[in-house]
């Protein structure tokens, strides 16, 4: 199994800049979780996803934040205008069945630099 | 609401030596939790969990304790390695498919 995949793994964009970052979950599972990660925050659940649904989008910072979930093998996390304070590093995860932390994968991390 | 949280931010110990690391959390609601290792680089990875009907669990050279009474949980590292060293993080899976992490503690290890 591939793991969860996840691109770009590295970008540097400047300030207004639309950032889209893509992450394909590991075939079969229902839920995909997008996280930030940031020295000042740890990291913060930004928003999930059953079965292609967003179930919870409190995290999501504001408005510039956007997220889908097209199908079941693809998602995307947009910032548009992006800002520098939304340098991070942001994780994707996906799970078959969220009823223990081990069932939950993630992958290596988009890692988001706004100038 | 719920809340997790970590102690230390940096923890040093040498190589050999027992780790200990804390964390609180304040939702008495809690039922569930997980420790989560981060190596640099990567994302996190499951290490051990406990659900609150325990006070103890044990996994290879890893244990966690759940104190219910003072809302405390640890992760104890048996004869730490340079492997082990890493970004830790205590998690609680809230309403069963949010998983919430706390504010994570560098494990350093020297020779």
């Known amino acids: 199994d591939a793991g969860v995949i996840q691109s770009p793994r590295h970008e540097v964009t400047e300030m207004g800049q639309e950032v889209t970052l893509r992450c394909k979950p590991i075939s079969g599972h229902d839920y995909l979780f997008w996280y930030r990660q940031t020295m000042m925050r740890g990291l913060e659940l930004l928003i999930y996803f059953n079965n292609n649904v967003p179930i919870d989008d409190s995290g999501m910072p504001e408005d510039r934040f956007s997220a889908k979930m097209p199908n079941a093998s693809f998602s995307t996390l947009k910032i548009q205008p992006s800002e520098p304070r939304d340098s991070a590093v942001y994780f994707c995860?996906?799970?078959?069945?969220?009823?223990?932390?081990?069932?939950?994968?993630f992958g290596e991390g988009s890692w988001l630099t706004v100038v | 609401g719920e809340s997790v949280g970590l102690h230390l931010p940096t923890l040093s110990v040498q190589e050999g030596d027992n780790s200990i690391i804390n964390c609180a959390y304040s939702n008495s609601a809690s039922d569930y939790f997980i420790w989560y290792k981060q190596e640099s680089g990567k994302g996190p990875q499951f290490i051990i969990d406990?659900?609150?009907?325990?006070d103890k669990r044990q996994g290879q050279r890893v244990t966690v304790l759940l104190n219910k009474t003072v809302k405390h949980l640890s992760l104890q590292i048996a004869a730490t390695q340079p492997g082990d060293s890493a970004v830790y993080f205590c998690?609680?899976?809230?309403?069963?498919?949010?998983?919430?992490f706390g504010t994570g503690t560098r494990l350093q290890v020297f020779p």
């Open positions: 995860a996906s799970s078959r069945q969220v009823v223990s932390g081990n069932t939950i994968y």
């Open positions: 998690a609680d899976l809230y309403n069963t498919d949010k998983l919430i």
């Open positions: 406990i659900r609150s009907n325990m």
